[in-house]
């Protein structure tokens, strides 16, 4: 888990191919009203993660 400040939805990747995004906690009981979008794409899950890492995390899949 890496907590970033500004970033005010949560998101969460799975396996390195598996992006979750949204308001939805992952962990918890979401809100009636909560959404969230789950992403199967190795490259948005890397791009996520070097994005609130502020650097690459290594190669694209």
């Known amino acids: 888990m890496v907590l970033a400040r500004g970033i005010r939805?949560?998101?969460?990747v799975f396996d390195e191919t598996i992006s979750w995004y949204g308001d939805l906690p992952l962990l918890g009981f979401p809100a009636s009203d909560a959404c969230s979008i789950r992403i199967d794409s190795a490259e948005v899950a890397h791009d996520l993660l070097c994005d609130v890492l502020g650097r690459d995390i290594g190669g694209r899949a």
């Open 9 to 12: 939805s949560g998101f969460a």
